[in-house]
């Protein structure tokens, strides 16, 4: 059977979900062979083994950290050169689509970024991508060369499928290109306990109606009372209420969780672009008339000063 | 010697407009208006910042798309550019992404540059690409998705907010560089800067100029295939309440009866 390049996104080590997801969308197509590069390679072989890695392809080196982007594109093409695999899979991150497209131009091959699902076919693996904030949805498939795919968080199951996981040593060299943009700085993102924006089933968000930084405490608690996500529109980020990692949207992330509860949002084709495949969707605005109601499921027309509290209390009872 | 900025700016349809496809499957142009993506606008601002604190610096805009794309051009110079280029040809409809990083990587080595700057993505294809493309096409560094830049000395600054860390990068001239929407408000053209805009130069180049092929770029030669788009059905109509005191209340046993209390 083909073998698949899957490139796993971890933090030291710990494999983030969308790459577990990955792994499910690589095994209807072949057999995944994971490249996992920079400090913590080797732990996440377990995790990938667990899910349907057959082999785990690692490296570090201290240029993964202290360069942008190349580095990781050099390993990715040594482990397609090592493998010729069927396809290259890599989670739509920032960088995650910066690596595909650089690989896809070295090895000759057509990109898809953001595929949303993923099946084999006659001619190729067929994504399906969401256009146009999500009012059209799309198939298509890489036509020259070995499709390089990027897939959205949430795009399948994480499924257990225990494989091999065999771990072996990727030999690399960086090209000269590797070296040219230096991260002379890092700071990282203060972890606040609550689930992962992009990977939450749940996920709740406050905009303009919000009116203040210290509001946002009302949105947090509603959050906390459903185990939730917390995401913000654009315009509480611009007005400095919450911070820009939150932002969903089309210039902030795309969320497609199980439920999305909007308070104090109107609904712009921008902050749809990043919310409109959520499963379930509601919404407390007091007009009437804001085209978040065209969305939802359930929407409730009041003050979110009045309804959210009241909703998280009745949650809180009723979860005892 | 003058720093030679390259702006890369798309025309795109308006995202307010009820958007779709032609029946090629390519975005249909024609039946929505267009202007200049907004995300673009960000790296034109940035562009002119960098330019004020430059002894000396020239910024051309780049576009490559259909005719009407002069009015995004326009727009930029009316913000204070001081030429365009629009790359147009009729073989160039339908290409994609890593086609249009291969007309854009030639017509800005044609234009001589130190520094392009483009948006972190266009608002029709959304894929936020072309940038690390065209770094990897002209092989120089990529800086790319920053909120904040600065240019100093023949090497550029800047600040990346990630998902999981905030990074700063650096780099030696010449780089691409993208700056996303957190970079700074963009200006409003202003009466003088649109009056100006129409005595400024804007250059026509077609395939031919750039040494290309039509077989390279437009929809044969693309390298990905839409085989079939369909508009998603509308979401069906839910339960909308009036909040008489008890809309929390409500809302708390519709999500009890969805199973997520
Ligand atoms: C290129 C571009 C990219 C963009 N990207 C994004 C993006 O990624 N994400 C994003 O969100 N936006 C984005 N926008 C901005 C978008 O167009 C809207 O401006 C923004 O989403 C509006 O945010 P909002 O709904 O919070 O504010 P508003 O549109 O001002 O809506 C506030 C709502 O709150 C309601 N309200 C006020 N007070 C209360 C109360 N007490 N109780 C209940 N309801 C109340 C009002 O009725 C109103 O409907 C982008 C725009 C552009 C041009
Ligand atoms: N046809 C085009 N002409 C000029 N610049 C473009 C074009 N397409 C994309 N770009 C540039 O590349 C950026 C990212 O676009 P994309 O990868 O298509 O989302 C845009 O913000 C532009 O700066």
Known sequence: MAEVLVYVDHVDGAVRKPTLELLTLARRIGEPVAVALGSGAEATAAALAEHGAVKVLTHDAAEYADYLVVPKVDALQAAYDAVSPAAVLVPSSAEGKEIAARLAIRIGSGIITDAVDLESGDEGPVATQSAFAASFTTKSRVSKGTPVITVKPNSAAVEAAPAAGAVEALSVSFSAQATGTRVTGRTPRESTGRPELTEAAIVVSGGRGVNGAENFAIIEALADSLGAAVGASRAAVDAGWYPHTNQVGQTGKSVSPQLYVASGISGAIQHRAGMQTSKTIVAINKDAEAPIFDLVDYGVVGDLFEVVPQLTEEITTRKG | ?261
Request: glycine share 10%.
């Open chain 2, 1 to 261: 010697m003058s720093l030679r900025i390259v702006v890369t700016v798309k025309y795109v349809p308006d995202a307010t407009g009820d958007r779709h496809f032609a029946e090629d499957l390519t975005v249909d142009r024609d039946d929505v208006d267009g202007l200049l993506s907004e995300l673009d606008e960000y790296a034109v601002e940035q562009a002119l910042q960098i330019a004020d604190e430059a002894d000396d610096a020239e910024i051309t805009v780049l576009t490559v798309g259909p005719e009407d794309a002069k009015d995004a051009l326009r727009k930029a110079l009316s913000m204070g550019a001081d030429k365009a280029i629009h790359v147009e040809d009729d073989d160039l409809h339908g290409t994609d992404a890593v086609g249009t990083s291969l007309v854009l990587a030639k017509a800005v080595e044609k234009a001589g540059y130190d520094l392009v700057i483009s948006g972190m993505a266009s608002t029709d294809g959304t894929m936020g690409v072309v940038p690390a493309l065209l770094a990897e096409r002209l092989g120089v560094p990529q800086v790319t998705l920053l909120s904040e830049v600065s240019v100093d000395g023949g090497v550029v600054k800047g600040r990346r907010d990630g998902d999981t860390a905030s990074e700063q990068l650096e780099a030696s001239l010449p780089a691409v560089v993208s700056v996303t929407d957190q970079s700074g408000e963009a200006r409003y053209p202003s009466f003088k800067g649109i009056m100006a805009a129409k005595k400024k130069p804007v250059e026509s180049w077609d395939l031919e100029d750039l040494g290309l092929d039509a077989e390279e770029v437009g929809l044969e030669g693309s390298w990905t295939k839409v085989d079939s788009a369909s508009e998603r059905p509308a979401r069906t109509a839910g339960t909308i309440v009036k909040d008489e005191g008890e809309g929390g209340k409500q809302l708390a046993e519709f999500l009890a009866g969805q199973k997520f209390i």
